[in-house]
């Protein structure tokens, strides 16, 4: 069906509310408007979908929520009936623009198929939403949440039965469910009053909030740390949700000098102060530093709207403010947990990503640790612990990690936490700061105890579908056409996760890559720098991740810039 088709049969359709068709109406003599809203239907992936906001099957609005929600209750009804209606499914929202609209259709949806749904009174983290999941006893979860994308976007993420985002079989199984749901005519819907009087729709808060806050508080590793009370902490939720959780925690476990920035500690959607409120940006410290100043404090942490990501600042032994990145606040925590943590599993296992740093394999061995590798997304962390609960695999979780700011300590969720992350960086900064060090100095004794490596990325934006188009080409040339040598350096190993093979042309060997399917192509040289290629999940982008490593800094960051530099001229 033509772009120009849709956008008719949405202008014309009964089920399109008459203030969204006044939406449409407005762009009807913008061409190239109409195709990108209506080229396709917004795509729901294995984790869930994510978009701009807007009016149109390739925008995210309460129409195409509907119609994923239809798609998930037809997928729960049909792998166990009794289950879905009796275990229902547990709804958080963040402080994103439409996200309370969205989480009550979803709801609706849910209610009109017979499925009981558990709907947060108001916003509530992502981490939180997990935990939720299991704690109910429900068979599915969904959070409404857009996590770090920019302010015109929104998202919507679905989970099991185990707290973490929906894995394979039941991952592919949702989205062709999705997929099925063809006219607006199959999608069910009630209204809030009868869901309630039928007892299908329940609100919920408080209750989960207080078990949630005693079981993070079980992750304390060190309670009683010299001067803890007089530590001095700047905090920020980036205008999200993580203020009242962060700040309650903190406060319990004893730091009682935590300052919150108060231009960004209401909630609001529009971002602001910021705009685009990402912890991985150094921008969204500019308030937090200048309170730091103001108040003596050496670190600051932020959170992004959905309080799942967490980024820190901390002054240098020159006093000048740095942004370690999700690599180096990683290594910091596994370097903490395995130092200090009382008995820590002789067949404990850190989990991390096929993009995370290679730095972790070294850190972790000098602590007699395995480290477990993952394809990027935190929901193949969370399955990783579901797969040792249940002895599907041998080991017991300790932390896992992404290089993009995701951390998880402890198995109340399954999904990163940047709820219980702040409390042990918290923990960790003060126990540090009472021996004399700091967070700064205990990440360069790392690098000069265990060699210097530094990680890059380059991620290029390709909006519309022209840039879909573009990566797709980017991703089979590199395929058709892998570099034998970057930066004189030979290619020796080639994993291809998409073919799940993994080539090493030194060894001259072959062997199947034991991880799922997925669009990312990793090249690792004869000098152990990594280069991998792959497509952004939640955004328009495709990104390249870069990891290298040499014997002083002024080297690595040198030899960073030189591989970077070699492979995007070679993409050229």
């Known amino acids: 069906m033509g772009f120009i088709k849709k956008y008719e049969e949405w202008l014309n359709s009964s089920f399109i509310d008459d203030i969204d068709k006044k939406e449409l109406e407005s762009i009807k003599d913008n061409k190239k408007e109409i195709e990108e809203r209506f080229y396709t239907d917004l795509a729901f992936g294995t984790g869930g979908m994510r978009g701009i906001r807007g ?60 499925i009981k749904s558990y709907l947060f009174e108001s916003l509530r983290s992502t981490p939180e939403l997990s935990f939720a999941v299991r704690e109910l006893g429900t068979q599915a979860g969904i959070v409404v949440t857009a996590s770090h ?123 602001p102060t910021v705009g685009y409120a990402n912890p991985e940006d150094p921008a969204v410290f500019k308030l937090g530093i200048k309170l730091a100043e103001e108040k003596g404090a050496e670190i600051v942490m932020a959170n992004d709207p959905d309080a799942d990501r967490i980024g820190i600042a901390v002054k240098d032994e020159n006093g000048k403010w740095i942004y ?23 067949n404990g296992k850190i989990i991390t990503t096929v993009v995370s740093t290679p730095m972790v394999d070294v850190v972790a061995k000098a602590h007699n640790i395995e480290v477990m590798k993952t394809l990027t997304g935190f929901k193949f962390i969370g399955e990783k612990i579901r797969q040792f609960e249940t002895k ?3 080991g017991e979780y300790i932390f896992g990690f992404e290089e993009s700011y995701g951390y998880l300590i402890g198995t109340h969720a399954r999904d990163k936490d940047a709820v219980v992350t702040t409390m042990i960086i918290a923990e960790m900064a003060a126990f540090y700061a009472a021996k004399g060090s700091s967070i700064a100095k205990e990440l360069k004794k790392l690098y000069e105890k265990f060699g210097w490596y530094k990680e890059g990325i380059k991620a290029i934006t390709m909006s519309g579908k022209e840039g879909a188009e573009k990566i797709t080409s980017i991703m089979t040339k590199l395929r058709e056409n892998t570099p034998t040598e970057i930066n004189g350096k030979k290619v020796v190993i080639l994993r291809d996760f998409d073919k799940q093979i993994e080539i090493n042309k030194k060894e001259k060997t072959e062997k199947a890559l034991e991880l799922p399917k997925s669009n990312v192509l990793q090249l690792v040289l004869e000098d152990n720098t990594y280069i991998t290629a792959r497509p952004s999940g939640t955004e328009p982008k495709i990104k390249y991740y870069f990891g290298v490593n040499a014997a002083s800094e002024e080297e690595v960051n040198k030899k960073m810039e030189k591989v970077m530099n070699s492979f995007l001229e070679l993409l050229d």
């Open 55 to 114: 009016i149109g099957t390739n925008r995210m609005n309460k129409y195409m929520i509907r119609k994923a929600t239809q798609g998930l209750a037809n997928y729960m009804l049909s792998v166990n009936e009794k289950e879905a209606k009796e275990k229902g499914v547990v709804i958080a929202y963040d402080c994103r623009i439409g996200s309370v609209e969205y989480s009550l259709n979803a709801a609706l949806v849910l209610a009109a198929n017979g």
């Open 149 to 271: 994308n920019p302010v015109e976007y929104n998202g919507y993420k679905v989970y099991w039965n185990d707290g973490a985002q929906i894995v394979e079989p039941h991952a592919s199984g949702v989205v062709e469910a999705v997929k099925n749901v063809k006219d607006f005519g199959e999608i069910k819907l009630i209204s809030e009053k009868e869901a309630k009087e039928k007892g299908l729709l329940v609100i919920v808060g408080k209750e989960l909030d207080d078990k949630y806050i005693e079981t993070i508080k079980k992750e304390v590793i060190n309670m009683d740390i010299p001067g803890k009370e007089e530590f001095k902490i700047v905090y920020s939720p980036l205008h999200g949700t993580g203020r009242r959780p962060v700040q309650r925690i903190l406060d319990e476990v004893g730091f009682k000098n935590v300052y919150t920035v108060k231009e960004q500690e209401e909630p609001d959607g529009t971002f």
């Open 324 to 346: 370690p990145n999700g690599n180096q606040v990683g290594l910091l925590l596994v370097e903490y947990i395995l130092a200090n943590r009382k008995n820590i599993p002789t």
């Open 392 to 394: 599907e695999l041998d």
